[in-house]
């Protein structure tokens, strides 16, 4: 009798050792989430031309930059607002970005970025934006 329930106890063990490791994803559940493009601006949570300040940060180098410009701002968010975003969550984890963004207004943040992830969510590589960030992170003094 001992001898059964040592058999039927390792069994069980190995079953539940088996089917735990065949758990598809250890990410968290990323349900809804579609890879429908939408524009920069939707991921704003309001009117993304009430940004009154914006910090760049190199990821080349960790320099900070930061605008209050607002000609500048403006200029740079005419640019961005339409472009494509596709979040993306499978996209791996990167190593290292170009440049990290974040916009505020009236001193509180509201959107952040990088060329691979808008509000800390996975995107899609968007090199018009890495191209625009660029162009940005140049033209703050």
């Not at 640019?79 to 505020?104: C, N, Q, S, W, Y």
């Amino acid at each position: 009798m001992r001898r059964y329930s040592f058999i039927v106890l390792m069994i069980t063990t190995v079953m539940i050792l088996i089917l735990s490791g065949c758990q598809s994803s250890m990410k968290p559940d990323q349900v809804g989430v579609s890879k429908v493009p939408k524009k920069l601006h939707t991921f704003y949570p309001g009117d993304i031309t009430q940004v009154d300040s914006i910090e760049m940060m190199s990821g080349s180098d960790g320099t900070k930059k930061v605008t209050t410009d607002q000609v500048l701002i403006q200029e740079w968010i005419e640019k961005v607002r339409d472009l494509k975003i596709v979040l993306d969550p499978d996209e791996e984890d990167a190593t290292g970005v170009l440049f990290h963004v974040t916009m505020f207004e009236q001193g509180k943040e509201v959107l952040y970025m990088t060329p691979t992830h808008m509000n800390h969510q996975p995107i899609e590589p968007q090199l018009e934006l890495a191209d625009r960030l660029s162009e940005l992170y140049d033209a703050i003094e």
